[in-house]
């Protein structure tokens, strides 16, 4: 099939998944297409496009052919980097913070729900589901003969912990992701029935999913009374095609075959081992050497794409990224103090605070940025709505942000704010990893060129420099998010002032909130996660962010793409290849 015709089709394939009837509380589909045990490629490709989460970068990968598998063989040892982090802090899906860590534990555990490649919604510890014509009712039957990797064996008892357990935003930060659960009931051992308070058309698909969702990873009850907390967050028990057999903070992750996962056809391989590796030429000469041969965890740092390009032995897979990347500034620093954002944008540029914090975001010049730091591999960013959600990405607010690269306007806010050319600024602090010590170089090279402050690149081990960042112990911190398919990820998990990411751990009576909090901003966000017609939801996806933007919680700096070395004595088929995502389950030995 050639580019011509795979875009044609997948054209006709977004104006199929968006031709429906927004007063339908099931979008145009009838109970038969959303039930069953698996839903077609059209049904969840209209589910999404209901959800306004559907783009042609979602769309072309199902249309592509995949690899043989017939390149691979069973058996065998793969040794994988964890790019740009010390250690892996947990595994547990209540706590997991950062893309890097659900990556691995969606390989072993299982949720209710899993997205393939192509899009198609398959019941991963679902059997078959039923939807009530009102579409608020979800009954669920259970995949029977399943076992925990300890022998425990999983039935509705377990869902029923699961969801309790991550409802209860004591015990999970993802409680929000199935706020719009009314009621989970227990109707047999293999059979819950869920009952929602709205419609959502992302339900199935985002809220039920074992990955980037989380509230619904299933986790094991006798392995957390064993264990206890801070164990299970190293050695998880699950369902999924690995266990964790060796696990220590700052070494090697050990996953091994789970020989009694319910798909005897999988995993195909018998080990896997997983390094954190932080730092680039450590990583490079890893890779290089054959001391590892895939590599997962945060982006690969730009300056090695092209030098892995040109290594025969490799292949370097480049896919549309879901996320975004920002300098971070920390209100609370006097030079750039803002203690209410809610008051009007023409009132808070009167702020000191404020007039440097929207002068450091107008003085990034994103496209050079993306040039030097990053090399050409990315997409500049004025939101957390990224290209790849397609239906929301506003491609307008590039010009119509307050945070749309001004160098002079910039200057200006620099003057009043009573630092001219950066005279009397002091010299701040931009926190980075090792991994992106080079862009935070850009970063500060771009604000000396503009504003004429110094500014200190601080390269952090990762877990560390994600401790100060939650507890609000920063200048300026270079970084963000992945695994963004829907704009819950985007605003609910970040952008709201209860966002999980949102200073969880600061000291709250000095600061009343993390980095930003703004009323119209947090009001839009919750209407859009339970709004129904896509077009009304993006109105407000779309109000949000703008406002986000405007008010500058943070400078937004660019959408990665997302970049997948390995070397070429691996298979990695094409069901395996879901951005943000690694299916090791899939992947073989050449």
Not at 97 to 119: E, K, P, R, T
Not at 223 to 236: C, F, M, R, S, W
Not at 483 to 503: H, R
């Amino acid at each position: 099939m050639t580019d011509k015709d795979l875009h044609q089709r997948a054209m006709e394939e977004l104006k199929d998944a968006y031709d429906f009837d927004h007063r339908d509380p099931l979008y145009g589909l009838n109970r038969d297409d959303i039930r069953g045990d698996t839903i077609s490629r059209r049904a969840t490709l209209r589910l999404l496009a209901a959800g306004g989460a559907l783009s042609m970068a979602h769309v072309l990968p199902g249309l592509r052919p995949g690899a043989a598998m017939a390149a691979g063989h069973s058996g065998g040892a793969l040794d994988c980097a964890w790019s740009g982090v010390g250690e892996i802090v947990t595994l547990d899906p209540a706590q997991i913070n950062q893309v890097l860590q659900f990556q691995i534990a969606s390989n072993v555990m299982s949720g209710l729900m899993h997205i393939d490649n192509s899009l198609v919604a398959q019941g991963d510890l679902a059997e078959s589901w039923d939807v009530s014509e009102d579409g608020l009712m979800y009954t669920i039957k259970l995949r029977e003969g399943v076992t925990f990797h300890n022998g425990d064996a999983f039935d509705a008892d377990d869902v029923v912990f699961t969801f309790n357990r991550s409802s209860d935003p004591e015990q999970s930060i993802h409680s929000r992701v199935i706020g719009n659960v009314a009621q989970l009931e227990k109707l047999s051992d293999l059979e819950v029935r869920f009952t929602l308070k709205r419609p959502q058309a992302s339900f199935l698909t985002k809220a039920l999913e074992r990955a980037s969702g989380r509230a619904m990873t299933i986790v094991s009850r006798g392995g957390i009374e064993a264990l206890g907390l801070a164990q299970y967050g190293l050695t998880p028990v699950g369902t999924g095609p690995f266990r964790v057999t060796s696990h220590q903070q700052g070494q090697n992750l050990v996953l091994e075959k789970f020989a009694d996962y319910y798909d005897p056809e999988r995993p195909k391989l018998d080990k896997i081992t997983i390094t954190p590796v932080d730092g680039v030429e450590p990583l490079a000469a890893a890779m290089e050497a054959g001391d590892i041969q895939y590599i997962g965890g945060n982006p690969v740092p730009a300056q090695l794409v092209d030098r892995f390009k040109n290594n025969s032995d490799l292949t370097v897979d480049v896919k549309p990224g879901p996320g975004f990347q920002s300098v971070w500034m920390n209100p609370w620093r006097d030079y750039m103090k803002v203690t209410d954002f809610n008051k009007p944008i023409e009132e808070l540029k009167q702020e000191k605070g404020f007039m440097v914090r929207l002068a450091i975001a107008k003085a990034l010049n994103r496209d050079l940025f993306i040039q030097q730091g990053r090399l050409g591999n990315g997409v500049p960013a004025h939101g957390t709505i990224n290209p790849a959600m397609g239906f929301y990405f506003d491609e307008t607010l590039a010009e119509t942000s307050e945070q749309a690269y001004d160098p002079e306007g910039a200057k200006a806010l620099m003057a009043a704010a009573g630092y001219p050319g950066g005279d009397g600024f002091p010299e701040i602090k931009l926190q980075t990893t090792p991994n992106t010590k080079r862009d935070g170089q850009v970063v500060a090279n771009i604000l000396k060129q503009v504003l004429g402050i110094s500014v200190a690149v601080d390269p952090k081990d990762f877990s560390v420099g994600i401790e100060e960042f939650q507890k609000m112990d920063f200048d300026l911190r270079l970084g963000g998010s992945g695994g963004d398919y829907d704009p819950d990820d985007g605003l609910v998990d970040w952008m709201q002032t209860s966002s999980k990411f949102n200073g969880p751990t600061r000291d709250k009576e000095a600061m009343p909130f993390g980095f930003f909090s703004e009323a119209d901003a947090d009001a839009a966000t919750d209407e859009q996660s339970v709004t129904a017609s896509p077009e009304a939801r993006r109105e407000l996806v779309q109000a949000a962010n703008a406002i986000t933007s405007n008010k500058v919680a943070c400078g937004f700096l660019y959408h990665p793409v997302d970049i997948l070395v390995y070397s070429n004595a691996v298979n990695v088929p094409a069901d395996a290849r879901i951005p943000g995502l690694h299916e090791l389950d899939r992947i073989s030995l050449a």
